[in-house]
């Protein structure tokens, strides 16, 4: 599932359209052990590092290491901070970050779902400590939920964590009671959808929830991304039925509320997606949007649910927006 046609798959689509040469590449070093330990406990750096040395091994039975883990890990780790370093520098405005492994399920002690080290917390932490700034912004939008992220952030108020998945689904976290704890209490926003939702309810949290938080509440410094694409249609690890047209509005939505409250300041970074046939249509729809332009390949909307099954997950949407709604007056 997690391998390297993955990458393949986007930059062959960014290249068949002739946008690859369009965009500027920024250059990265792989990231220090001191760097990754500023999110992760140094015993589970070194566990990896000797795991993937001595030839490999399982984390779990969803996550393996092999003997180019431990140098892939640490360039996914540098590649995000390296986009921090490029955007907050005025540089460029945004970027996007084709990393791998993913990072968002990684837990400071342990790896999981994929994920080795959480490339978009250790980003946000080198954000706030190297720029002095004092709110980031990080967006989940991959179909599971950020778990690894959240369990960084949940008790601090210098980081919103939001996300948008499907539940029930691995992790089998992330649901809308779950707001942050302590001086973070507030600062965290779930937005779980039933499987079969669709470009519409995911489009209503961001629209009723996540955006204007963003722009009228947090109002942060940088946006950072957690872009997954495991919700389309037909991913075989998910039962979401999000069309490629819905990253396009994601990330066009992204864009516009970074434009209003940080100078466009927004990071994407890849996490999930693994349907390969689709993969490289959406990263592609989010890199046009932003180049502010339209997709090239627009997909018609997905309907196709009974009656019976549309009303209750438009009524289990409901149920979890007018939560946030009560939190938000």
Request: include cysteine; hydrophobic fraction near 40%; proline fraction near 6%.
């Amino acid at each position: 599932m997690e391998n390297a046609d993955r990458l393949s798959a986007i930059t062959g689509r960014l290249q068949q359209d002739q946008l690859w040469d369009e965009l500027v590449e920024i250059p990265f070093e792989r990231a220090s052990p001191e760097l990754i330990a500023t999110v992760h406990e140094p015993s589970y750096i070194e566990d990896v590092r000797l795991l993937s040395e001595t030839g490999g091994g399982d984390l779990d039975p969803d996550t393996a290491v092999t003997t180019d883990t431990w140098q892939a890990a640490l360039s996914a780790a540098g590649g995000a901070v390296a986009a921090v370093q490029t955007v907050l520098s005025a540089r460029v405005q945004n970027a996007i970050c084709l990393l791998r492994p993913p990072g968002h399920h990684a837990m400071p002690d342990r790896g999981m779902g994929f994920c080795i080290f959480n490339s978009v917390a250790i980003a946000t932490e080198y954000a706030l400590a190297h720029h002095g700034l004092e709110r980031v912004a990080v967006v989940d939008f991959d179909v599971h939920h950020g778990n690894g992220t959240e369990a960084v952030f949940v008790d601090r108020r210098d980081v919103l964590c939001t996300s948008v998945h499907q539940q029930p689904l691995y992790p089998g976290t992330g649901t809308f009671t779950d707001v942050g704890s302590g001086e973070g209490q507030g600062y965290t926003i779930n937005c779980p959808l039933p499987p079969g939702a669709s470009d519409a309810h995911f489009l209503r949290c961001f629209d009723e929830i996540i955006i204007p938080t963003l722009q009228e509440i947090y109002r942060p410094e940088l946006i950072l991304v957690s872009a997954g694409y495991d919700g389309y249609q037909g991913d075989p690890l998910a039962q979401l039925n999000l069309t490629a047209n819905c990253f396009h509005t994601l990330t066009e939505r992204l864009v516009s509320v970074a434009q209003a409250v940080c100078n466009g300041r927004l990071i994407l970074m890849l996490e999930g997606g693994y349907n390969l046939d689709a993969l490289g249509l959406c990263v592609e729809n989010s890199v046009l949007a932003l180049l502010g332009r339209l997709p090239l390949h627009p997909e018609p909307a997905i309907s196709g649910h009974h009656r019976p099954q549309a009303r209750d997950i438009d009524a289990q949407v409901e149920q979890m927006l007018q939560f946030h709604h009560a939190r938000m007056t």
